[in-house]
């Protein structure tokens, strides 16, 4: 049996050698190798790969038995030698089966970089993993390459490299979607520059192969030359306070333009590797060194804009990023001599531009540090090293106890803001603070170390060339910080009009002077008192002033303590007759001094004294409680008359029939299966652990099977519900919290939503303490039909209007996420329309826009709009031109929907409507009338009123006539005129 597969196998050797002479002259002609000759004489014969697999391990021994398909793969990728890995090529892979076409007609191969076909269209086929390079020589223009053809039969990927060396690869093009995934290379994409050589490789994409045909276009068009200012050498001129100059940075290069730095003269947003990146034109001017400068893009924005300023020798020395937008200016006093520009981009961008140069006098002369102010801040002129609270991490200079001398600047939208850190010591101290200003107008303030929520202690202003003075009140001992800012009593803080230059900076002067005092913490003599609200509490004569500051508001405040069993609510007035100041209030959970939860600040209003407390909490949980009178404002304080009641929250027990949760129903996946009309029953808890919540979210999943508008009603015990309405991608479509208060509930009511399942989640609202509670969910659903509001759009008359209806059924077209309803009406002469929301039919936060010319369906933008004139509802008022149609779009504050009442009121009355004249005539003969004209009028007819005659005398003058001489009798009469309108 050995020796029979071995005999087999030499049987096909010499079968295949005895075709030998059928291929010698293609290798004389060098049209195939010894090795390609060798291959085709192979699979001339048939074989019997099987046989083949069997007989391999006899006579190879050495080597690993090949599977078929590494046969076909070896043969495909021409590295297969031996002739037993060949077979018939029928049964080849259709990869190797193409490439034996190839070959057998002679074509060359070129998957050699070193070896490319030169640029042509035609029709080529590479195996898996093979590139076909082209070689060409650029004329400085691009071509139209493309694979998109019927030729091709797989994705291709087309690549640009320098050369065979090392392959560097100057630009790659992915496949077009648009045909097939091959490559389509637009002339416009890339530039094959004069005289240089390029290889072009088309591959496959992830490694396929197959059949490619290529065609190559006509060469681009020339593209315009670079501007004539295109480098640094050839900056032009630009005259300073004169004319702006425009230009667009399109067709520029990008120079090796020297590198941006944040520089004394740089303001805005800065990026090492992105600003300045794109191509870029130059300008110049002569700076005199005291003068300053203000350089900008802003007058014509058009693209993400950058400007780069050196001097002569290519030093930056300033510059801007995104001062006005993505648009730049920067205003500096530069070094005398010569300035250049360099308009450039952020990364690539490049557009159109006009760039302008005009000087800024300064606000006065700085001849320096004020007198007696001779320490220097340790933060140099132009940085911005101390910014305190302003820089993260937090950077404060420590008070050196001098006099200190500092810098400052205001330019670009920003500012130098200088923070000392300075401490009080025991036992405590007032601070006496000066600012000293020689040019800038200064602040000077005192602030504690919190730099979330900074308490301020004093604040002093000087304005320009003044120095002013303040203290604060005993402060304790501890650290503080001193903050040095530029700053207007009036305007507020400055950001503009001091720019920054080393040279010539902005100086102020800043003391501080530390007295000690006796300090007294005011939580030491913070004495509440225990007050029973569940009993009532009337208070009448209460006084703040001299109270302790326990909440450091400026302010004296009382505190009244009080403990509940259960969950309750706690109803608080100060809207009493002797309330004479701005009262606020503070419920704390447990004692504010130490360490006390502030679950409750009200500042509210009410008719009989201004801004006095008012409030009545839902129902909260049992426990300690202290609630703090103080005043809005640092000095608010006096006396205040109080009333406290508090009442035991309590409700029947939640009965329910439904179907129950069935725990744990906290997703999608785990959610309590319900339909319409059904109940469902549970119980929901929220954890408190001191810090935040912990909820216990109930799910349940509710499919409709054509539009619907889903009602939901959640009844409650022991808990505020809240309930959310989510579509199947987890979007919240209504949320209703805290559903009506305690033990009581509310309905939640849908837009018209499309077939599909949607989701209602119950929840507890969050509280400070355990919260456990039972409710009731009922699901109902009434069938709609989703309106498209533009088809048709609702037509609206004047001069008055008035309708009903609703956005839960209606689609988005423009404005909010909400829904919207439209309006159409034409404009009967020129007036005012009033459109109102407020009539009380409207129940959900709404909003109006109005459009002119062009409808909001047609992509018309809104010419006005409004939202909450009365409450949460909207009005709007507008003047209309006769002639033109105008559209009014209702829709809802974000994603709001409901029902609502427009009402429209105007002017719009036509005078042919009206009675232009009512006159009482007397006497007898002829009657002459007169009246005033109306534009619109052909014609005027005469009525006799109150059923007098004319004794037979023509009433009905023709003609647009202003008067008439009538024949008539004697008698009175009285007389109609009413005009005749088209």
């Known amino acids: 049996m050995k020796k029979f597969l071995v005999t087999g196998l030499c049987g096909v050797l010499v079968a295949g050698l005895a075709h030998a002479d059928k291929y010698s002259d293609l290798v004389a002609q060098g049209d195939l190798t010894q090795k390609e000759a060798q291959g085709l004489r192979a699979v001339s014969q048939p074989v019997d790969l ?121 630009y790659y093009r992915d496949g077009d979607s648009a045909c097939g995934y091959a490559t389509y290379l637009e002339c416009d994409e890339f530039t094959f520059e004069d005289g240089v050589d390029y290889l072009i490789g088309i591959t496959g994409y992830s490694g396929a192969g197959g059949t ?57 947003f800065y990026s090492a590797t992105s600003t300045g990146n794109a191509p870029d034109v130059w300008y110049r001017f002569m ?96 940085d911005d090293t101390n910014g305190g609270c302003n820089s993260d991490p937090v950077a404060a200079e420590p008070w050196s106890g001098l006099a200190t001398c500092g810098t400052t600047w205001a330019d670009g939208g920003s500012r130098d803001t200088d923070w000392f850190l300075f401490t009080v010591p025991e036992p405590g101290g007032i601070v006496d603070l000066t600012v000293a200003s020689v040019c800038v107008p200064m602040a000077g303030v005192i602030f504690d170390l919190d730099c979330e929520a900074p308490t301020e202690f004093a604040a002093v202003f000087a304005a320009e060339g003044t120095t002013a003075m303040g203290s604060t009140e005993c402060l304790a001992p501890g650290d503080y910080y001193m ?112 360490g006390g939860l502030n679950v409750l600040y009200n500042d509210g209003s009410c008719e009989l004294t201004d801004f006095a407390t008012n409030f ?27 009333n406290m009641n508090a009442t035991i929250c309590g409700c029947d027990e939640i009965m329910c029939d439904g179907v129950a949760e069935v725990e744990p129903n906290e997703d999608f996946s785990t959610a309590t299966l319900m339909s319409c009309g059904m109940t469902a029953c549970g119980t929901v808890t929220t954890t408190w652990d001191g810090v935040e919540n ?14 619907y508008i889903i009602d939901a009603s959640l009844s409650v015990e022991g808990i505020d519900g809240v309930l959310s309405l989510v579509d199947s991608d987890g979007t919240t479509i209504l949320t209703q919290g805290d559903l009506g208060g305690w033990c009581e509930g509310e309905s939640l009511t849908s837009e018209c939503l499309l077939p599909g399942t949607y989701y209602l989640v119950v929840a507890a609202a969050g509280y400070w303490a355990d919260t456990t509670g039972d409710y009731a969910l009922s699901v109902t659903c009434t069938p709609c039909e989703i309106i498209d509001p533009c088809d048709p759009v609702a037509e609206m008359t004047l001069p008055t209007f008035s309708d009903t209806g609703s956005t839960l059924n209606t689609t988005n077209v423009a404005g909010n996420a909400a829904n919207d309803y439209i309006y159409t009406f034409v404009a009967p002469v020129d007036c005012d329309v009033t459109v109102s929301l407020c009539g009380g039919g409207t129940d959900y936060d709404s909003y109006l826009r109005a459009y002119e010319t062009v409808s909001p369906c047609d992509g018309g933008t809104e010419f006005a709009l409004n939202d909450d004139f009365c409450g949460l509802q909207s009005e709007l008022t507008f003047s209309v031109t006769a002639g033109l149609t105008y559209w009014v779009l209702v829709e809802g504050f974000s994603a709001n929907n409901g029902n609502f009442q427009i009402d429209v009121t105007s002017t719009c009355v036509s005078p042919c409507e009206d009675i232009v004249d009512l006159v009482a005539l007397y006497g007898g003969g002829n009657i002459t009338l007169s009246w005033s004209a109306v534009a619109a009028a052909t014609s005027y007819n005469l009525v006799v009123a109150d059923g007098g005659d004319f004794g037979g005398a023509t009433v009905t ?26």
């Not at 939580?523 to 009448?540: H, I, R």
């Not at 949980?621 to 109080?642: K, N, Q, R, S």
């Open 212 to 268: 490619f045909e290529l065609t190559v276009g006509a060469p681009c068009d020339p593209p315009p030359p670079p501007p004539a200012n295109d480098d640094f050498a050839n900056a032009i001129d630009i005259t300073v306070d004169g004319d702006c100059m425009s230009g667009s940075t399109d067709q520029a290069t990008q120079d090796a333009v020297p590198p941006f730095t944040q520089d004394a003269c740089w303001t805005g």
């Open 287 to 382: 700076a005199d060194g005291v003068t300053s400068y203000t350089i900008s893009l802003c007058s014509a924005p058009d693209y993400d804009s950058a400007l780069g300023i050196f001097d002569a020798a290519g030093v930056s020395i300033g510059g801007n990023d995104d001062s006005c937008g993505l648009t730049s200016e920067v205003s500096c006093v530069y070094p005398a001599g010569m300035v250049y520009i360099a308009v450039d981009g952020y990364s690539t961008n490049t557009g159109a531009y006009e760039l302008c140069v005009t000087t800024t006098a300064p606000p006065c002369e700085d001849l320096g540090c004020p007198t007696g102010f001779d320490f220097a801040e340790l933060e140099a002129p132009c």
């Open 50 to 170: 099987d046989q083949l697999q069997l007989a391999l391990p006899m006579v190879e021994t050495e080597r690993a038995m090949p599977t078929k398909v590494e046969r076909e793969r070896a043969y495909a990728s021409g590295t297969a030698a031996d002739l037993s890995m060949r077979a018939t090529q029928a049964e080849l892979s259709e990869a190797a089966q193409r490439k034996l076409r190839h070959e057998a007609v002679g074509a060359p191969r070129t998957t050699d970089c070193n070896n490319p076909t030169a640029l042509a269209s035609g029709t080529h086929t590479i195996a898996a993993g093979e590139t076909w390079f082209f070689s060409y020589t650029g004329t400085g223009v691009g071509l139209d390459l493309q694979t998109c053809n019927a030729g091709t039969d797989f994705d291709t990927d087309m690549y640009i490299y320098d050369n065979c060396t090392d392959l560097t690869q100057l």
């Open 694 to 707: 912990t909820f216990d979210l109930d799910y349940f999943s509710v499919t409709l099977d054509d539009t």
């Open 483 to 594: 903050l040095a800012v530029a700053y207007d009593e009036l305007s507020g803080n400055l950001f503009e009009g001091y720019p920054c230059t080393v040279e010539t900076p902005w100086h102020y002067g800043l003391d501080l002077a530390i007295t000690e005092c006796a300090f007294v913490d005011p939580c030491d003599v913070f004495a509440p008192v225990a007050v029973d609200p569940f009993a009532g509490v009337s208070l009448v004569g209460e006084n703040t002033v001299g109270a302790p500051d326990v909440l450091e508001l400026g302010n004296g405040q009382l505190g009244y303590t009080f403990t509940a069993a259960d969950w309750f609510t706690l109803d608080v007035t100060t809207c009493l007759a002797g309330t004479a100041f701005d009262t606020d209030s503070y419920l704390f959970a447990g004692d504010p001094c130490d």
């Open 616 to 642: 009545l909490t839902t129902c909260i949980p049992p426990g300690d409680y202290t609630l703090v009178i103080g005043g809005f404002g640092a000095g608010d304080e006096g006396l205040f008359d109080i």
């Open 957 to 982: 003058p023709l003609g647009n006539v202003t008067s008439t001489v009538i024949p008539a009798s004697l008698g009175n009469y009285h007389i109609r005129v009413e005009p005749v309108c088209p």
